[in-house]
């Protein structure tokens, strides 16, 4: 059974520019979360996809935008990069939306803004 | 609204010395609570969950914890440090029952150091 994996592993990017992180769910998982972890800081939820629709949103401003693909595997994107972007972005999968499904967290992609 | 309180930031202990990490929450409706580890350039893993069965909750590698409502705590512990402990632990609340998005609140973490 082939765990989350997430892409690329580092990425430097410039203010302004426009960014794309990858995930692959787990086997069998429907449901995706995409969490924000700057350096010292607890994981911040972004959103979550669910069957290839947004199914609920953090505090994160428009830019941050996603998609599920008929597979369950998700893009994150990011317009318009700003230094405080920099962070590790996590996704994370489940069973479903149910909150007592354990979510199942890849490695992470460390966004670096200069 | 849901928040997370990890007190102690950083946690030093011996190898074979008990292992205490503390989590408040404040939570407006019933809670699950989560407690996850995160090794360095790893995502996290769940270490054990409370979803209002028994408060006492135990966990993969020895860890346990218990859901304290009346202190709205749910300390993590473990009897006998090992060195391969050593890791940052994430306390985290969700919305019980439902649909509510999974979503996860969590705390600011704490670094567990293991000394020989």
């Known amino acids: 059974e082939t765990g989350v994996t997430q892409s690329p592993t580092h990425l430097i990017k410039t203010r302004g520019q426009q960014v794309t992180l990858r995930c692959s769910s787990q086997?069998?998982?429907?449901?995706v979360s995409w969490y924000q972890q700057a350096l010292g800081q607890g994981p911040q939820f972004i959103f979550q996809?669910?069957?290839?629709?947004?199914?609920g949103r953090g505090n994160f401003p428009p830019r941050f935008s996603g998609l599920q693909f008929p597979n369950y595997s998700s893009e994150l994107n990011v317009n318009a990069l700003e230094l405080d972007d920099s962070a590790l972005y996590l996704c994370?999968?489940?069973?479903?939306?149910?909150?007592?499904?354990?979510?199942?967290f890849g490695p992470g992609t460390r966004l670096t803004v200069t | 609204a849901q928040s997370v309180t990890q007190l102690g930031s950083h946690v030093s202990v011996s190898e074979g010395a008990l292992v205490l990490l503390r989590c408040n929450y404040s939570?407006?409706?019933?809670?699950?609570l989560f407690w996850y580890v995160q090794y360095p350039n790893q995502g996290l893993q769940l270490l054990l969950k409370?979803?209002?069965?028994?408060?006492l909750v135990k966990g993969i590698n020895g860890f346990e914890a218990e859901f304290k409502k009346s202190e709205t705590s749910f300390h993590l512990t473990k009897p006998s440090a090992h060195m391969r402990d050593a890791a940052e632990y994430f306390c985290?609340?969700?919305?019980?029952?439902?649909?509510?998005?999974?979503?996860?609140?969590f705390g600011q973490g704490t670094i567990l150091t293991v000394h020989p």
């Open positions: 994370a999968s489940s069973l479903g939306t149910e909150t007592s499904y354990e979510q199942y």
């Open positions: 086997s069998g998982h429907n449901t």
């Open positions: 996809y669910y069957r290839e629709e947004e199914n």
């Open positions: 939570s407006s409706v019933p809670p699950y």
């Open positions: 409370y979803t209002s069965a028994a408060t």
């Open positions: 985290a609340v969700s919305k019980a029952g439902g649909t509510s998005y999974g979503k996860l609140t």
